[in-house]
């Protein structure tokens, strides 16, 4: 029998928050950023730990996934049930009860499960209080075997005891904690832990941000396998293989594609220089100017630290001259005919910016022109 009640947590915390076992409102509107919410309801899972209900994301094909600490507590097992019904065991492989996390993986099924794109809650990665954001997960009083959504705005980004939060005012009720927080390109920003219950603004819903969640995110390494860490360590052994995924906090994925003078080039030859790889089109709003931007950036940095690699998807190398002979582009740029790169970072929209560290880390993930333009780009470069 599964009991919807309200969990306890550390007074540290959270003094006054009411923690739930998850929970959202059904939303009857549309817009791009439930739309794209939805599209995530195949990676949304039920879960079942004793007599606890809540929800979570499937953050890795294998079947791992992302949860609040409080929707399991001490227990080691948990039934996974998917979107359309389909139930799984589960073991609880590490929690973090600090930043209220848990890891868990599905057993049994077939090790390709739909999986969701993890975003950063970083205001550096353009996150700005304001945005739009969902909540999707399994309000207990809905009663279906689907996943439901509600949207509101971003509100604060709250630290509570060292550990980074978001506040915003998207609603949440009993059912839906552990559930992911997504942003308007469909990324998961934040897990859904807690709501106060005596806030009168409106942005009563937090979630802990998805940049805590690196070290659960750490015992899964680029095979889909867990370096073993017991429930209750949040911290990954030494032996773990880093993660290879275009997510901030990654390796990033190598590729190679020929310039536009038929030399192979390779991001992994790179390493030991930050990297900024931008995504753009040859008719797209803003990758103009964007160009333009860089280019001073460009300018101002030693080549020894700094390199530019511009990829352009599905388009042919006559068309991208043309393209850098107009915006008098002066570093790399790769056409990338079949879109193979563009398949191995899934650039949400046009034009993309990653920032790549020294180490071959992915970053910042931005969209769009940043503030400042120039400037703004220079001083993400320096914060990495």
């Not at 817009?31 to 809540?54: F, M, Q, W």
């Not at 009168?200 to 937090?206: A, L, M, R």
């Amino acid at each position: 029998m599964i009991a919807n009640k309200l969990i306890s947590k550390p007074a540290m915390l959270f003094g006054l928050v009411a923690l739930i076992c998850g929970g959202l409102a059904v939303s009857c509107s549309t817009s791009p950023c439930l739309d794209n919410a939805r599209r995530l309801y195949p990676a949304v899972v039920r879960i079942e730990a004793g007599d606890k209900l809540g929800s979570g994301v499937i953050v890795h094909k294998s079947g791992y996934v992302l949860t609040s600490w409080h929707v399991v507590g001490a227990e080691k097992t948990a039934y996974v049930t998917l979107n359309g019904g389909m139930a799984y065991p589960g073991s609880v492989l590490a929690t973090d009860q600090a930043r209220d996390l848990a890891l868990i993986q599905i057993a049994g099924g077939k090790g390709e499960f739909a999986c969701a794109n993890l975003g950063s809650a970083a205001e550096s990665d353009g996150l700005q209080t304001g945005d739009s954001v969902a909540i999707a997960g399994y309000p207990a009083y809905a009663g279906t075997g689907s996943p439901t959504v509600s949207q509101g705005l971003l509100c604060a980004f709250p630290a509570m005891v060292a550990v980074r939060f978001i506040q915003s005012s998207a609603q949440v009720y009993p059912g839906s904690s552990g559930g992911p927080m997504i942003n308007c390109f469909g990324e998961v920003i934040g897990i859904v832990n807690s709501k106060y219950t005596n806030i009168g603004d409106g942005c009563t819903t937090f979630a802990t941000a998805i940049d805590e969640a690196s070290a659960l995110m750490k015992l899964v390494d680029g095979t889909g396998n867990v370096a073993g860490s017991p429930a209750g360590a949040a911290t990954a052994p030494r032996s773990v293989v880093p993660r290879i995924c275009p997510n901030v906090g990654c390796v990033a994925p190598v590729f190679t594609l020929a310039g536009l003078d038929g030399r192979q080039v390779s991001l992994g030859s790179f390493k030991g220089r930050k990297v900024l790889l931008v995504f753009a089109g040859i008719s797209c709003p803003g990758c103009s100017q964007l160009m333009q931007c860089i280019s001073q950036v460009y300018d101002a940095w030693p080549r020894d630290q700094l390199e530019v690699l511009v990829v352009i998807s599905g388009e042919g190398d006559n068309s991208v001259r043309e393209w850098v002979a107009a915006n008098g582009v002066k570093f790399e740029v790769l056409p990338d005919p079949t879109g193979q790169v563009a398949s191995l970072y899934k650039p949400a929209s046009l034009p993309a910016m990653y920032l790549i560290n020294t180490y071959g880390e992915l970053k910042i993930k931005r969209y769009g022109l940043p503030d400042n333009c120039a400037a703004g780009i220079d001083t993400l470069l320096k914060l990495y």
